[in-house]
């Protein structure tokens, strides 16, 4: 089974930007659909976005209204969640998951899979405060 570690995650200023990382040890991260999701203090895990093995479907929660972008380079067994213009609401700990899932094609039902049946990192926080 593939081991993640997440990496990226730190203290901004609102309207900034990070890129997570989500490292593969163990197997080959191709092989494998990655979502990302997140959880805040209080609040239950979001899933926020996934993409497929292939690359070429991804999904992401509406509540980012643009501002994620998720990609993947396989030949490095890593993928990565760019986030922009960040705001007080998404603070929280990021974690990644893989699975392997039969459809090219992610939606937020792939979320609820990885989030039930995939491995998981150990996640990284995101703080926002100015």
């Known amino acids: 089974q593939v081991q993640l570690v997440e990496s990226g995650g730190g203290l901004v200023q609102p309207g900034s930007s990070l890129r997570l990382s989500c490292a593969a040890s163990?197997?080959?991260?191709?092989?494998?659909?990655v979502g990302w999701f997140r959880q805040a203090p209080g609040k239950e895990r979001e899933g926020v976005s996934c993409i497929s093995s292939s690359e070429d479907s991804t999904y992401y929660a509406d509540s980012l209204q643009g501002r994620f972008t998720i990609s993947r380079d396989n030949a490095k067994n890593t993928a990565y969640l760019q986030m922009n213009s960040l705001n007080p609401e998404d603070p929280a700990v990021y974690y990644c998951a893989a699975g392997v899932t039969l459809s090219g094609t992610v939606t937020e039902a792939t979320m609820k899979l990885l989030a039930d049946f995939g491995s998981w990192g150990q996640g990284t926080q995101v703080t926002v405060s100015s």
């Open positions: 163990g197997g080959i991260l191709g092989d494998y659909t």
